[in-house]
């Protein structure tokens, strides 16, 4: 939103040329880019075609009150300072009209030159610092939109990680837990050779006792299985590799995967393939 432009605009309404001329002169010393009307209805037609910031109105018009165009100014621009110019014994009437809040203040004729002009230049700096007020709390109400959409989007980002990080957990159960199940020994060893995961059935072929997950691979295959897994990683020639010979004697031909082809993962999976007895 951009800042206030400062109030200069004065529109007087008075449907004696002689007070409007007055005025004019007295005012006009001060800066100000001054407007007039004739009448009120000449003064409203000019507030719909352009934005005013203060309006000095005579009471006694004919056709219609200074109070009426007041009131009708204030529709048209709630936003401007209006102030009524009125004789003593009008003063009750005005009294209600400013009560109603469609005056600012009302200066009694005749006027006093040196105190009509600190009072308009006091609605000046009025209308200013409204201006000024009104646009800090259109800045403060946008800011806050701003910090409640930002809100609510974080609020969705963390609702949607937590649900990724929900479902990557049930995902990872149900793999742990379909990798039990597989009936073939399954090793999943990292780069360094450390076993990271390893299924029932590759417990039952080391044995109940043999701590598989966090130990060496190293501990459980030949270095001659292992030169040829390495070489197998290579050239992706399972044949190439020796069959493992369990401690009952069973062979088993082994089968080496690489990881990380279709994820972030490292290091490879080692399959047993039980051979027939023939």
């Known amino acids: 939103m951009q800042a206030p432009t400062l109030a200069n605009t004065l529109l007087l309404v008075d449907e004696e040329t002689d007070v409007l001329n007055a005025l004019r002169r007295l005012l006009q010393q001060d800066g100000y880019d001054i407007l007039s009307a004739g009448s009120g209805e000449a003064g409203l037609h000019i507030l719909h075609e352009q934005t005013v910031d203060v309006i000095l109105s005579e009471q006694r018009m004919s056709g219609m009150s200074g109070d009426e165009f007041l009131h009708q100014a204030k529709i048209l621009q709630p936003d401007s300072v209006r102030m009524l110019l009125t004789g003593d014994l009008e003063i009750q009437s005005v009294a209600r009209t400013v009560n109603k809040g469609a005056v600012y203040k009302f200066l009694t004729k005749p006027w006093d030159d040196d105190q009509l002009r600190a009072t308009v230049a006091e609605a000046f700096v009025y209308k200013g610092l409204c201006d000024h007020n009104r646009h800090l709390a259109q800045t403060l109400a946008e800011a806050n939109q701003n910090l409640f959409a930002s809100n609510q989007h974080l609020q969705q980002l963390l609702e949607e990680k937590q649900y990724r990080i929900q479902l990557g957990e049930k995902v990872l ?106």
């Open 173 to 278: 159960k149900v793999l742990h837990e379909v990798t039990q199940l597989v009936p073939l020994p399954l090793l999943g060893v990292d780069d360094n050779g450390m076993i990271a995961s390893a299924n029932e059935a590759a417990q039952k072929l080391f044995g109940a006792h043999t701590l598989l997950l966090g130990g060496q691979i190293s501990t459980l295959l030949s270095p001659k299985l292992l030169h040829s897994i390495a070489e197998n990683e290579h050239d992706g020639k399972d044949e190439d590799i020796p069959p493992f010979i369990a401690a009952d004697g069973k062979l088993y031909t082994l089968l080496c995967r690489p990881l990380g082809l279709r994820s972030q993962a490292s290091g490879k999976l080692i399959i047993f393939m039980p051979q027939n007895d023939d």
